[in-house]
């Protein structure tokens, strides 16, 4: 058979009908997918976020305990509820505008205009229940109530099919009345919006016009508490209240579109890029108070050697034992911060002296917010004195661990998703910039508010970041390196309380270098090292060009994780500037470098097998070396450090590095702003309580190990043998 008997043949002509007419039918059904945009769109863009792992731990974190959640849970269903009937109706109610007839044709057309609309309601309902499903973790208390809300929305869903269906034929017979009462009207084009809005049905009116009320007041109330109103009804809450009141909102403007013949939607688009494009709504300014900083940074080396000579236990330890502190709290948003602030604080509940051995502390993303809070705790309650008991015995939490379990463990996400999806979010379709609707302002304020929670009366977090060490190098308050990324070098910039100015920082720059009256707050200064990927924005600070003309630059910082996520980087170079090997100084100190990280094991053993496909590679490669780049210089920041304290030892001086890792096990702690119970029980769990003696080969989890090798290190005795330096 020849190639043309063979196209002739009936197989390939039925196949070729079959084909043609599956074109026709995905036409007719793309054409009425177009009518409804935004209800398909936000109900799917949702059921795609719904699957994010810090969603999934928003689930959680509704589920784990009913009776103290039931204002978040009855909103959430609320919502859900609302989200399914908005994005029926406004579908519903757009096709019957734009193409009236398609609700009585025959074929696809008339069945998605018929279906399409009660489906997308439905898509809510099984997006809900199968994220309630993935959140689920093994022998997780939270796991039954995820079952029974997974089960629940299922049969939520079937039921709003057969509810809007039998909706549907009641309402059939008053549709085609209502369109025979239109016929009259030339339609050109079924593209053309051909029913006015006022001649819709009363309660159809009555919906719109409330849903677009309550998203107004819905801005304001975010606006008013900067975004903190939003912590009472939870991130899932938040995400499904907006989404069903941008539905109207949106529908509205590509009906009105339509109506008109204009491309709104489209106009909006271009006119979002462009003013994005020009730099014109950048409305991200590092906060700054209203007093300009009086503060000179400190030069890093004097500030230590009177740090040094100030501390009031120094006579307690012999010459070369003094136990001096540095810490080094890796980036992954609340993860980290809570496990850096649970570690630090739990330390200094058994060693109240612990606050004074720590010199400095370099934080990045999280860690950097972990740290800061960690600081403003010993500014509260440590004290630098020679009379603090050796040791505290305490079983279970401590007075600052639980401080520390106050501030941190909040819901810091809902507030920053509010203010992203209402006040931000209005803000990139303005040509000029207002701050107040920055929405890390929502972030800051959240840490404000749970720190004056904690301490009634207390604003320590809302004060100047300079005001933190109000006794300078004589007091108990660690100094902190806060890093972050400036966007034009890559490079490296800290907000500190000394200037890195030695021969060691190698060009470190901190903030007073580019701002020298830079006066911010420390929640602004803690949450401008946690600006990474697009959940908190990118800020930025005016300063003078380097040809000293009186015209500024702006210069914008991102989180310090881009350039490296272990903050060991910097503390490296701390390290380096306090002269253990300065021959010109006596050796008056034990250098003890803190490390609080995750997993980095298969690193730092060399090349790991990647856990996924290979495919793709000239095409992913690139984007994975870069993102790949991050760790692995951290990895190198720990291994100069190892270097640096392994010389040291092997000259004789005393230093030791110890580890806190953080294990991947079977609770997911994940990255983000919201930690579940289960979450930070585990963090809770992994730290355990000290256990002396040395550590066995193949152990796990060797926090605890090091928990009580930090402990025997900081006592006042003749002095422990010094250890190689490495991971303990």
């Not at 009116?205 to 304001?220: C, E, K, M, P, Q």
């Not at 910097?570 to 100190?589: E, N, V």
């Not at 490390?595 to 090349?607: A, H, K």
Request: charged residues 20%.
């Amino acid at each position: 058979m020849n190639l043309r008997s063979w196209l002739n043949s009936e197989r390939v002509q039925r196949a070729l009908m079959a084909y043609h007419a599956f074109a026709e039918s995905r036409s007719e059904f793309f054409a009425i997918v177009m009518l409804m945009p935004f209800s398909v769109f936000v109900v799917l863009g949702l059921s795609v976020v719904f699957f994010v792992e810090q969603s999934l731990e928003a689930f959680r974190v509704l589920a784990e305990n009913w009776t103290g959640t039931m204002v978040a849970l009855i909103f959430t269903l609320a919502s859900l509820i609302f989200l399914s009937i908005s994005a029926w109706r406004c579908a519903r109610v757009l096709v019957f505008q734009l193409d009236p007839e398609s609700i009585f044709a025959t074929g696809m057309r008339g069945w998605a205009s018929r279906w399409l609309p009660r489906l997308i309601g439905a898509t809510a309902w099984l997006a809900f229940a199968a994220a309630s499903w993935a959140a689920r973790v093994a022998h997780a208390p939270a796991d039954t109530h995820l079952a029974i809300m997974s089960i629940l929305c299922a049969l939520g869903a079937v039921l709003f099919l057969l509810l809007t269906g039998t909706h549907g034929e009641r309402t059939a017979a008053t549709r085609r009345a209502f369109l025979n009462q239109t016929q009259k009207r030339n339609f050109k084009h079924p593209a053309e919006p051909q029913i006015l809005y006022r001649q819709l049905p009363l309660r159809m009116r009555i919906f719109i016009d409330v849903s677009n009320v309550l998203w107004a007041v819905t801005f304001i109330l975010i606006l008013v508490t900067k975004g903190q109103i939003a912590r009472h009804v939870g991130t899932i809450g938040v995400l499904l209240f907006s989404a069903a009141t941008a539905i109207p909102v949106g529908s509205g403007v590509f009906y009105v579109g339509k109506l008109l013949r204009v491309p709104l939607l489209t106009i909006i688009v271009v006119a979002v890029l462009v003013f994005s494009g020009f730099d014109l709504n950048d409305n991200h300014p590092l906060r700054q108070l209203p007093t300009p900083s009086a503060k000179t940074p400190e030069n890093l080396s004097a500030a230590f050697d009177e740090w040094l000579q100030s501390r009031a236990d120094l006579k307690r330890y012999p010459d070369g034992e003094y136990p001096v502190v540095l810490v080094a709290a890796e980036g992954g948003g609340l993860r980290t911060a809570y496990n850096s602030a649970l570690i630090l604080s739990a330390i200094q509940d058994r060693c109240p002296a612990f606050a004074q051995h720590i010199f400095a502390m370099s934080g990045v993303s999280g860690g950097s917010v972990g740290t800061s809070v960690f600081a403003a705790l010993c500014a509260e309650q440590a004290t630098n004195s020679a009379t603090h008991p050796a040791r505290v015995d305490i079983k279970e939490r401590g007075p600052m661990q639980q401080k520390a379990d106050e501030v941190l463990r909040e819901d810091f996400l809902s507030p920053l998703i509010a203010y992203a999806l209402y006040p931000d979010l209005v803000q990139r379709a303005l040509p000029w910039a207002i701050d107040s609707f920055d929405r890390s302002r929502a972030l800051e304020a959240g840490l404000e508010r749970a720190w004056r929670n904690a301490f009634p009366g207390s604003h320590r977090l809302e004060e100047s970041f300079d005001a933190l060490r109000a006794q300078g190098a004589r007091g108990s308050t660690p100094a902190l390196f806060l890093n972050t990324t400036v966007v034009e070098s890559g490079e490296r910039l800290v907000i500190s309380h000394y200037q890195p100015d030695s021969a060691q920082f190698e060009h470190l720059r901190s903030l007073a270098d580019i701002d020298p009256l830079a006066n911010v707050p420390l929640s602004t200064a803690a949450v401008a090292s946690a600006r990474f990927t697009y959940v908190t924005p990118v800020a930025y600070v005016m300063a003078h060009r380097p040809d000293k003309s009186e015209k500024l630059m702006k210069v914008r910082l991102a989180d310090g994780g881009y350039f490296e996520n272990s903050g060991m980087a910097t503390l490296g170079q701390i390290a380096s500037a306090l002269g253990l090997d300065d021959p010109q100084k006596p050796k008056r100190f034990r250098l003890i470098v803190l490390q609080l990280t995750s997993p980095n094991r298969d690193l730092l053993r060399g090349i790991k097998d990647p856990q996924f496909s290979y495919g793709f590679g000239e095409a992913a490669s690139p984007i994975l070396t870069l993102l790949n780049t991050r760790s692995a210089r951290g990895v190198s920041a720990t291994r100069n450090v190892q270097t640096l304290l392994n010389e040291y030892v092997a000259r004789s001086m005393k230093a030791e590095l110890i580890s806190f890792e953080l294990a991947e096990r079977d609770v997911p702690v994940p990255l983000g702003w919201l930690l579940s119970n289960q979450a930070k029980k585990e963090m809770m769990d992994q730290l355990g309580a000290p256990i002396h003696g040395p550590l066995p080969p193949g152990t796990p989890l060797s926090s605890p190990y090091n928990f009580a090798r930090i402990l025997d290190l900081l006592q006042p005795t003749t002095g422990a043998p010094t250890v190689a330096a490495g991971r303990s």
